[in-house]
């Protein structure tokens, strides 16, 4: 059995794209209106909730059972170049298990 290949360039494909979805001459309009929210509320498995931007840009400090957790955005990373620890270990395992 052969495989065929086709190449369609994107620039003569989307226009028919559009066009079945309403846009037609989708190359004449000025600009798309696009509206985004960057606000994002994150529920715990037991019970409260935060909210936040999304991605958030500082570390978001998350209240549970009186302990306070901070959680740091993944594009942060950790400070300083030391290994990580357990406490570092056991503080991700500890976010996994109230975030949803």
């Known amino acids: ?3 065929l290949h086709v190449s369609i360039p994107f ?3 989307f226009p028919t794209f559009t066009s079945k979805y309403g846009f037609p001459e ?4 000025p600009s798309l209106n696009v509206q985004t ?3 994002k509320v994150w529920h715990f498995s037991k019970g409260g909730s935060v909210s936040a931007i999304h991605p958030p840009v500082t570390d978001l ?5 009186g302990v306070s ?3 740091t955005h993944f594009r942060k990373g950790r400070e300083g170049d030391s290994t990580a620890t357990y406490s570092d270990v056991l503080s991700s395992y500890l976010q996994s298990q109230m975030v949803d």
Do not use: C, D, G, N
Not at 26 to 29: A, D, K, R, T
Not at 61 to 65: T, Y
């Open 61 to 65: 400090k998350i209240q549970v059972e």
């Open 26 to 29: 989708v190359y004449s309009q």
């Open 1 to 3: 059995m052969e495989r």
């Open 11 to 13: 620039f003569l494909w």
């Open 37 to 39: 929210t960057l606000f």
């Open 69 to 71: 957790l901070l959680a």
